[in-house]
């Protein structure tokens, strides 16, 4: 089933402690779409100038991305300057123009709008809004957002979560948005809003699935990162991992526990090869079978004994039961 | 099988975000035996002073703990004030007292030298090999330090981690022995020094156990901690970890890298529960039952898809193979 991103696509110059490269091709609908696009038919919603290079116009095309909906506009791309310590944690940013994309306004070809799955990358909750507004009853929503708009923008913020069916967050932000320490009640907190569920990105440690549920054990999925022999650069990996998620339900349309369980682990494993090289340089040369054998990885690394098949059962229940 | 453990018993005073307790049990040895008791006998060596309360003595006792080991001397048994701070990161010490601790020297009673499960609780290091020293070939040891002894006796500690089966560590200490931010580098220079496995323990991020291994997930395995509703205190967490880990491993005798694996859930198990409430009063009523309560809860929290039945058998090998 096929895919529709909507967000930013950025020229980015990163600086991260094993080297320095500029004019690299950023911005989260690029990680997105050059992921998903390994696993299903996807259509980018975004702006960039006139001086945005063909070569990467030419790469989205070469992946079959639907570009009917990637405004060409005068003047120039949104830029993005960062710096990461030795500890990859936290981007430093040295400096954002955001040029075209001040004055984006997303609208969603009509061919587009009867898509099955979206994914809202993180951009101006008020036009998120816009977007689902647009959209014909879409199987799957999911959104990103940061701690700027939560910040700046909360009651946008808190309305678009409400009308999604997935919400993906750093674990600060999550804390940060309910303004409390605890995890699990931040959480919660963000599912009474009304989406499904919630993607916790922890980074170096992984990331959490939370949905409603009986037990922790059915309310709670945690997956480890994958132990990284060599990181290069950490940009993107949050978007990468959205669209590991995103495409691994669009092709499997596996709504259950288990199915998005197994995509939070699909955006896990995608995420791990972002950041092996800068920009979606690890990206441009993988392939499924790729993602198969570190999926199959993930197993091996996360097992301990096996599962009973009444809980087994459980997990592969439609999410809404 | 039965198992000795080496350590401290303290009088603790500890101040957290949800309260204020004076004269608490404390130390790793109450820690460890409090829990490792509810899987298999233990036999407890350490040292108090005169003033030790008679109810810590009895509660050791109605959990038949072998107190031949535990030497009673003139003076003050050893005591700790620590302060948490509203994460419940890393403990800050207000006040220590070694008291009787100071000159502590661990001597074995010879009818424990042969037993099978060694655990080395956090002591200096020289003491650990003096330890070793004294007892007849057990079938697994297992060493946990800190920081300190990293910085202070660092040769003497090489020469302990060289001498037993299972390292236990946090994570920031095993980098900090490297000195090297990435963990798998890390890890395997603990390794390089001879045990066959290490693990790691990561607070609120969970535990991994490392060992060798040709691919990424059969060398490393990473469990979650148990997502906590509420923490109290989180003193003793690693060490009552420590106790799940060995009193499985004691209570199955089961040496694979499946059990070793089960054992670190078992672990991960016991200090979920020691942290909801202060020193070592959550353990005083739990029973096996209720730890495989949860540990079912933890199999369930981290399911996503079954392992083939060829990866299944890898796990299910002796360690050594």
Request: proline share 5%; with cysteine; glycine share 8%.
């Amino acid at each position: 089933m096929s895919l529709v991103v909507v967000g930013s696509v950025a020229i980015d110059s990163i600086e991260t402690p094993t080297g320095k490269r500029e004019g690299l091709l950023g911005g989260a609908c690029s990680y997105f779409s050059a992921t998903a696009s390994l696993y299903q038919p996807v259509a980018m919603v975004a702006v960039v100038g006139t001086d945005f290079p063909q070569e990467h116009v030419d790469f989205f095309a070469s992946r079959k991305i639907d570009l009917s909906g990637l405004q060409r506009v005068p003047g120039r791309t949104f830029t993005w300057a960062a710096r990461y310590a030795e500890d990859y944690g936290d981007a430093e940013t040295l400096d954002t123009q955001l040029n075209v994309f001040a004055d984006f306004h997303p609208t969603i070809p009509e061919r587009l709008r009867g898509m099955p799955y979206l994914f809202l990358a993180n951009i101006n909750p008020g036009l998120q809004i816009e977007v689902l507004e647009q959209m014909n009853d879409p199987r799957l929503t999911a959104l990103d957002s940061m701690n700027y708009w939560l910040l700046n923008e909360r009651d946008l913020l808190e309305q678009a979560m409400s009308m999604v069916d997935v919400v993906t967050l750093n674990e600060t932000e999550i804390k940060m948005y309910a303004d409390n320490p605890n995890l699990l009640e931040a959480a919660q907190s963000i599912l009474d809003l009304g989406p499904k569920a919630l993607v916790v990105k922890r980074g170096e440690h992984g990331a959490m699935l939370i949905t409603r549920g009986d037990s922790v054990g059915e309310r709670f999925f945690v997956v480890p990162a994958y132990p990284q022999e060599r990181v290069v650069d950490p940009t993107g990996a949050g978007d990468t991992f959205a669209a590991g998620f995103m495409g691994y339900l669009a092709r499997t349309d596996d709504l259950s526990l288990g199915g998005l369980r197994r995509a939070v682990v699909h955006g896990s494993v995608v995420a791990s090869f972002a950041v092996e090289d800068f920009s979606i340089d690890r990206l441009r040369g993988l392939s499924l079978d790729d993602i198969e054998r570190r999926y199959a990885e993930f197993r091996l690394l996360t097992h301990f004994a096996p599962l009973c098949s009444e809980k087994q059962a459980l997990l592969e229940r439609p999410l809404d039961a």
